[in-house]
């Protein structure tokens, strides 16, 4: 495995370095070679080949997210073609998708190059919006401007007209984007294990007024009324149309279009459901912190100080 290639993706602000260093040092102990995209070269060592962003995914043996759920998710989408193995290491504030925390990384490096691991197939949303293509892991939403009124939208199912929406936003989901924007909407959290797709209104004010989970065989198709405010198109969170009046999303499910690592599958459930549970609180992150065991809480602490300059 001497010429092992790990690719690796960076959160788009954040600052990575001391998982940089982590990830460097081990890769010059062990003979791999490191690549990222050419766009992010001011922020890693030299010693890192510089990559086309479309062609990280085809250079590499194995994708590494360094960030959050965001960065998870576009290290995914970056290797829709070529799917590659994802390792996500943690930076983020919550994250249902990246599993190893950057003490982890040496360990976790070795188990990736000797495949001691398993690998956690994901489905994507394949979607024409507007006559363009894009891909969403988690969600492909329209979502209303403030004050400019509702988003209001036709569903059609295998051609077979459903009904209609009048809402602030409409989600369109996959089981692993049900913990985010659907859930926050009322949705259904759906198994991981699940093929299926979910249809999510948030406030909805007239109309289909609750989830629909369909078959991830059937084609969905939302088509804005002539009475819809101007929407915006998010794809994973990120905003791909400003302001749509009209015009229409057909959305198709597609098996193991992602492969996620999991080193430790029963621990990382377990985590999740903690997160999970946590959501449903009332409390202010300073709130849950105190009610950490004492050794926790200076644990974290300690992770949140500010590097010495």
């Known amino acids: 495995m001497a010429g092992y290639v790990f690719g690796l993706v960076l959160h788009p602000t954040r600052d990575v370095s ?3 260093g ?9 003979g791999k070679t490191l690549a990222v995209r050419t766009e992010d070269a001011h922020r890693v060592p030299p010693s890192v080949e510089l990559v086309p962003a479309g062609q990280l995914a085809a250079r590499s043996d194995a994708l590494i997210s360094i960030g959050g759920d965001g960065t998870m998710l576009g290290a995914l989408r970056s290797a829709i073609r070529d799917p590659k193995p994802v390792l996500g290491v943690h930076l983020g504030k919550l994250g249902f998708l990246v599993e190893v925390e950057p003490p982890e990384l040496p360990r976790a490096l070795e188990r990736l190059v000797a495949r001691d691991f398993t690998v956690e197939s994901h489905a994507c949303l394949a979607c024409d919006v507007c006559g363009d293509d894009v891909v969403a892991f988690n969600d492909i939403a ?27 936003a409409l989600v369109v989901s996959t089981p692993t984007g049900s913990t985010a924007y659907s859930y926050a909407a009322g949705g ?9 797709v979910v249809v999510t209104p948030s406030a909805p004010m007239a109309g289909i007024s609750r989830s629909v989970v369909l078959s991830p065989h059937e084609t969905i198709h939302l088509e804005l009324r002539p009475d819809s405010a101007p929407v915006a198109v998010e794809m994973d969170g990120l905003v791909i149309r400003e302001a749509a009046t009209e015009g229409a999303v057909h959305v198709r499910y597609v098996r193991d279009a992602g492969l996620v690592v999991r080193l430790d599958p029963r621990r990382y459930q377990e985590r999740n459901q903690l997160k999970l549970s946590l959501l449903d609180l009332p409390l202010l992150p300073d709130q849950l912190r105190e009610l950490l065991p004492e050794g926790m809480r200076e644990q974290l602490n300690r992770r949140e100080l500010p590097p010495p300059r």
């Open 22 to 30: 982590i990830i460097e040092e081990w890769a010059a102990q062990h």
């Open 142 to 168: 329209l979502v209303r401007h403030p004050g400019a009124g509702f988003v209001t939208a036709t569903l059609a199912v295998d051609g077979q007209r459903y009904g209609y929406y009048r809402c602030d």
């Open 188 to 196: 259904p959290l759906i198994s991981p294990a699940t093929q299926a």
């Open 18 to 20: 001391e998982v940089l």
